[in-house]
């Protein structure tokens, strides 16, 4: 079982900067996939960036160039520094992980934190 826990976000300006992280632990595995995905209030949960066990990164394009995600040696941390952001980027944030390859469906990633909610105003 894989546990994860969120940490960061809040209320910002546009234009301005968070930094969320993410914390694993449990049974990770080196070839895992770990990643963003967000959600907004009666929409469908949707990819923000994924790496893979290898350092495969995938950014959707709504973020790329304002986002970066990291990944810790061992594994088991993750962070996404967001800059430029948006109104648009108002969401609830959610770290996701799986075993094996990364995946673009929220729904083939089995575990999940417990969100931490971005407001860009």
């Known amino acids: 079982h894989v546990q994860l826990v969120e940490s960061g976000g809040g209320s910002v300006q546009a234009g301005g900067s968070l930094r969320l992280s993410c914390a694993a632990s449990g049974d990770t595995y080196m070839d895992s996939c770990m990643g963003w995905f967000r959600q907004i209030p009666g929409k469908e949960r949707e990819r923000v960036a994924t790496m893979d066990g290898y350092g495969g990164t995938y950014y959707t394009p709504f973020v790329q160039g304002r986002f970066t995600m990291t990944r810790d040696e061992d594994k088991k941390g993750l962070s996404l520094q967001m800059n430029s952001l948006k109104p648009g980027d108002t969401a609830m944030y959610y770290c996701?992980?799986?075993?094996?390859?990364?995946?673009?469906?929220?729904?083939?990633?089995?575990?999940w934190g417990q969100g931490t909610q971005v407001t860009v105003s």
């Open positions: 996701a992980g799986r075993n094996g390859a990364c995946h673009v469906n929220w729904r083939n990633f089995p575990y």
